[in-house]
């Protein structure tokens, strides 16, 4: 992926943990949002809470809030925050999320 994982960000490589993830934003999703149908691969998970980070393969990335229920809200959306990269992610998220928070 070319960056360094900062905590309480986790890099996911178990594709049935992967899988799993990605047909919960199927559910929870509704049908009719772009992201319904959008090709998308499950790269991370914040361990301290229900945010996953999903790869677009336009090159964006997908921040997801997951609520674990469907629908996940009255719009029938998670909360969802995107990004034009990885690296905007990592710079704009990541790491000033690491940097006011004491993880280790």
Do not use: F
């Amino acid at each position: 992926m070319g960056i360094e994982w900062l905590s309480p960000w986790l890099p996911l490589t178990d594709v049935k943990r992967q899988r799993g993830l990605e047909a919960e934003l199927r559910r929870e999703v509704l049908e009719g949002h772009w992201l319904y149908t959008a090709a998308v691969t499950c790269i991370a998970v914040r361990r301290d809470q229900d945010d996953v980070l999903y790869a677009l393969d336009d090159g964006r990335v997908a921040l997801v809030h997951l609520h674990w229920m469907t629908p996940a809200s009255p719009d029938g959306l998670p909360d969802i925050a995107i990004y034009p990269s990885l690296s905007a992610w990592e710079k704009q998220s990541m790491k000033p999320l690491h940097a006011e928070n004491d993880w280790d």
